[in-house]
């Protein structure tokens, strides 16, 4: 049974940083793609950053593009999202979440196969 649990949410002011971690108990975790997808109060679960399999290809939403890094360590099945320079509107829960294969439409949630339980990031201004 494939889980994927997120660690590394808090409280930080704006401006500072977190590392988020997502740890795969999945036996062919180098071939999923994975992403992490977030949702605020009253929003809708939108997309962050996805990266491929081999960790060669990445990608961001604009608004964290230049701040985010999302990278990962198949020798380890774990996903990261390091998060510099917060802001208030970052104020979610992230989500990762595994892709088997990959796709194009890596922004859209109905792409992914299986999702962590979230885990919450607070920025206060």
């Known amino acids: 049974q494939v889980q994927l649990v997120e660690s590394g949410g808090g409280l930080v002011q704006a401006g500072g940083s977190l590392r988020l971690s997502c740890a795969a108990s999945i036996r062919t975790f180098s071939s999923y793609a994975m992403g992490w997808f977030r949702q605020a109060p009253g929003k809708e679960r939108e997309f962050v950053a996805a990266?491929?399999?081999?960790?060669?290809?990445?990608f961001y939403t604009d608004s964290v593009k230049g701040r985010f890094t999302i990278s990962r360590d198949n020798a380890k099945n774990t996903v990261y999202l390091q998060m510099n320079s917060l802001k208030p509107e970052d104020t979610a829960v992230y989500y990762c979440a595994a892709d088997y294969g990959g796709s194009a439409r890596y922004e859209s949630q109905y792409e992914y196969d299986y999702w962590g339980q979230g885990t919450q990031v607070t920025v206060s201004s």
């Open positions: 990266i491929g399999w081999s960790g060669g290809r990445t």
